[in-house]
Nanobody, 113 residues
Framework: QVQLVASGGGLVHAGGSLRLSCAAS????????MAWFRQVSGKEREVVAV????????YYADSVKGRFTISADNAKNTVYLQMNSLKPEDTAVYYC??????WGKGTLVTVSS
């Protein structure tokens, strides 16, 4: 089992930045990849960014390429999502995920226009 605790959401104006954090605990040594998803009410949850713990592979959704950066601090078992140039359409609940299996509680990001 892997436990995930996400934090860092909040309200920001368009063009602003936020950094989300996801602290992992439990069987983290068996985890290969971490990801951030987001979900807007009434819509399906979508993947935003993925990172392997080794750091050699990343994936970004087209909608966030060039604006979001996923990174990890292996010593702290923590994954980050740096979000710059935020847009109102980035407003969603953001979820941390381990190995496309374990989920943390979401953190709300609201971008005002």
């Amino acid at each position: 089992q892997v436990q995930l605790v996400a934090s860092g959401g909040g309200l920001v104006h368009a063009g602003g930045s936020l950094r989300l954090s996801c602290a992992a605990s439990g069987r983290t040594f068996s985890s290969n990849a971490m990801a951030w998803f987001r979900q807007v009410s009434g819509k399906e949850r979508e993947v935003v960014a993925v990172l392997t713990w080794s750091g050699d592979n990343t994936y970004y959704a087209d909608s966030v390429k060039g604006r979001f950066t996923i990174s990890a601090d292996n010593a702290k078992n923590t994954v980050y999502l740096q979000m710059n140039s935020l847009k109102p359409e980035d407003t969603a609940v953001y979820y941390c995920n381990a190995d496309f299996e374990y989920w943390g509680k979401g953190t709300l990001v609201t971008v005002s226009s």
